[in-house]
């Protein structure tokens, strides 16, 4: 067995003034950054966690210009690491890996020796960016980890982050208003009084921003510049409110429209939907409102009627790296994912109790295992975000059988 120390990730203090002079320049030319701040903040001596809901990748922007006088770690996806440039990067920012949507006991190593030399720490407790606009629930041991670093805890609550680069968009960023408000919201001692679950309820109620409702509640809505504003959407809203069917919807350019049905919305450069013809009011212009009523009605069609779909299925290992390849057909049980592959090989995966994906929606999802994790690339890539819809709707808990 090895004696060598474990190295805690460290921060190269020139490159790290390097990009955070250059986040200060990126987010008030692109994105008009206005910075809310607390001032207890800055009363605050020592080491701090900072936690923010996720709305796009641009986040950690943002954040460091919150609080340019503190060098902030980063927890970061390991799968980002994967990349050399990346790699390189986080190294020099003192970045720390972590393994998506699972407990990993080397990131929790790496922030409990940081908090006991006081340093800046900062995560995202939902562990993925928001796919609907809206603050997804966050990770279940959220709040024993913050009882397990000690420190006062500061909160950052993101708006327009998500409109500017949307978890479905492909486009890239789209040119627009971002805020941010900071709140010390724990001390040191409260922290230490209060249990996890109090905790995280006062993280869930902290960081909640519903995207759209926000911009409903606008006189002017917050209006955002980029082309095709709809391509892509229907990577997470598959079913159709109108005709009530299932994987009927598809965006192009700046519509979406149902294949089965007269309905037709222009995505507004606010992000919100419109009726083309305008004869249809009772139709929400949230799209998240319409993933609400996709996860119910979806729920109940599975129920009925089953939901299997044809698939690739990768075996990746730790580094990422594809072992092997094959075809079949996936069903999708309350219980698990039955896999049945076209060189006859049947086998299982048990739904681990997660209450997220680990996802490219439109694309592929993957399924974690101690070694690696099985990559799943449906045919019809809407499988992806139907899967996520039947975990929130409670259907993967459920101990009966179809």
């Not at 796009?56 to 980063?74: E, G, Q, V």
């Not at 129920?303 to 092997?324: I, N, Q, Y």
């Amino acid at each position: 067995m090895s004696n060598k120390k474990h190295d805690l990730p460290r921060i190269s203090p020139w490159f790290y003034y390097l990009c955070l002079a250059l986040c200060f320049i990126i987010t008030k030319l692109l994105f008009r950054l206005k910075n809310e701040k607390d001032p207890a903040i800055a009363e605050v001596k020592g080491g701090l966690l900072i936690v923010s809901n996720h709305q796009s990748y641009t986040d950690p922007l943002f954040i460091a210009t919150a609080f340019p006088r503190r060098k902030i770690h980063f927890v970061a996806g390991r799968y980002l690491f994967e990349h050399n440039v990346l790699k390189r990067l986080f190294s020099w920012l003192g970045v720390i890996a972590k393994q998506q949507l699972r407990p990993d006991a080397a990131t929790i190593r790496d922030l409990i020796g940081l908090a006991r030399k006081e340093a800046t720490l900062f995560l995202f407790p939902e562990g993925q960016r928001s796919v609907n606009g809206r603050t997804a629930m966050l990770q279940p041991a959220t709040g024993r980890l913050v009882k397990k670093l000690g420190l006062p805890v500061a909160v950052t609550r993101l708006s327009g982050s998500y409109l500017s680069w949307p978890r479905w968009g492909k486009r890239g960023i789209r040119l627009g208003k971002v805020s941010q408000e900071t709140e010390l919201l724990l001390t040191a001692d409260e922290v230490g009084v209060l249990s996890a679950e109090a905790i995280n309820e006062k993280l869930k109620d902290a960081l909640f921003v519903d995207e759209y409702a926000r911009q409903l509640a606008r006189k002017k809505p917050r209006r955002y510049r980029g082309k095709a504003r709809a391509e892509r959407l229907d990577a997470i809203l598959h079913w159709c409110p109108k005709c009530e069917q299932p994987f009927q919807l598809s965006a192009h350019d700046t519509t979406l429209a149902c294949r089965a049905c007269d309905l037709s919305m222009t995505v507004e450069r606010s992000g919100l939907l419109t009726d083309q013809s305008g004869a249809d009011t009772s139709l929400s212009r949230s799209p998240a409102v319409w993933h609400d009523t996709q996860v119910t009605s979806w729920h109940r069609y599975v129920l009925e009627h089953g939901f299997r779909f044809h698939a690739v299925l990768k075996t990746l290992d730790l580094s990422g790296d594809v072992k092997h390849m094959n075809r079949g057909v996936v069903t999708v049980t309350p219980t698990s994912y039955d896999f049945e592959m076209d060189n006859g090989e049947k086998f299982a995966v048990l739904y681990d109790g997660s209450i997220n994906l680990f996802a490219d929606y439109g694309d592929f999802f993957q399924l974690m295992q101690e070694d690696g994790s099985l990559r799943i690339e449906p045919e019809n890539g809407q499988a992806v975000v139907a899967c996520l819809d039947l975990i929130l709707s409670g259907y993967q808990s459920l101990r009966t059988t179809l």
